[in-house]
Nanobody
């Protein structure tokens, strides 16, 4: 059973920066997909930034140029660096991993990000 534990959320002012971390219990490189999703109140969960097998990275248009996803397998952790935060970035952010081969799909418990003055 893969465990994903997010951290780093909090309250930040517009224009501020946060770094989210997702610590995994397994390698973060042997994956079909690993990345970050978010869900705002009353909205569907959406993809924010993901890394797919082969190392391809996809960002939602709303975060391009502001957010950066990267991973460190020595720490089995994937990060989301969020800059120039906007109120519309407010949401619960979830880490997701789809394992290579098995296709099993795992989610973390989520971490709240609130952007407000």
């Amino acid at each position: 059973q893969v465990q994903l534990v997010e951290s780093g959320g909090g309250l930040v002012q517009p224009g501020g920066t946060l770094r989210l971390s997702c610590a995994a219990s397994v390698s973060v490189f042997s994956i079909d997909l690993i990345g970050w999703y978010r869900q705002a109140p009353g909205k569907q969960r959406e993809s924010v930034a993901v890394i797919t097998s082969g190392g391809n990275i996809n960002y939602d248009d709303s975060v391009k140029g502001r957010f950066t996803i990267f991973r460190d397998n020595t720490k089995k952790t994937v990060y989301l660096e969020m800059n120039s935060l906007k109120p519309e970035d407010t949401a619960v952010y979830y880490c997701r991993m789809v394992q290579l081969g098995s296709g099993r799909d795992y989610w973390g418990q989520g971490t709240q990000v609130t952007v407000s003055s």
